[in-house]
């Protein structure tokens, strides 16, 4: 009898209890655009330790019709060094954005993170390979739908068809980005 008791209670509460959440909902549109053009990637393998610049224009949609939630979005980069290397990236960027609104709704932290798949390509013998990324990007919104893109890490792994017989053909990057986004 006491069991009952004890199950009974713990199932009215449980239906009378509101759902709890660890985040709230966000407070801007599920459409974005966003670019970082003071993006840098590092080479630690592949052509002797160099550095590029690495500007990005990113299109994506939020499946909650808010800016949180499950993202999907198509990103274009490009890696431009000093050498025949520079070349294009074209992935499918997928992730979770996390929002933090504060103030009242007036500002909202928004953390997302993200993994892509695509092509990469270089532009002088028009080689092209797979990329694969994971990372995170932090999102401020200042002004009603424009945010500061912050990109801290993203660690990424290449491989080209090929690139001669002398050349290493797969690849590791880590990048990291500053740049604005438009919610709408």
Not at 31 to 40: D, L, N, P, R, T
Not at 100 to 112: K, S
């Amino acid at each position: 009898m006491r069991r009952a008791l004890a199950v009974a209670a713990i199932a009215i509460v449980a239906a009378v209890s509101s759902n709890a959440h660890a985040f709230d909902d966000s407070t801007r549109k599920p459409f974005y655009i966003q670019s970082a053009v003071g993006s840098f990637s590092y080479w630690p393998v592949l052509f002797q330790n160099q550095g590029y610049w690495k500007p990005d224009i990113e299109f994506g949609v939020h499946f909650t019709g808010r800016h949180d939630g499950l993202a999907l979005g198509v990103r274009q980069s490009f890696d431009v060094g000093r050498d025949i290397y520079s070349m294009g990236e074209t992935v499918i960027r997928g992730g979770w954005d996390f929002a933090l609104p504060f103030r009242n709704g007036r500002f909202e932290l928004v953390l997302a993170p993200f993994a892509t798949f695509g092509v990469n390509y270089t532009f002088q013998n028009l080689h092209a390979g797979v990329r694969l990324t994971a990372g995170i990007d932090a999102k401020l919104f200042f002004f009603q739908g424009l945010y500061l893109l912050v990109r801290p890490i993203e660690l990424g792994f290449g491989e080209f068809v090929d690139l001669g017989p002398f050349q290493q053909n797969v690849y590791f990057t880590m990048n990291l980005g500053l740049g604005l986004g438009y919610a709408f």
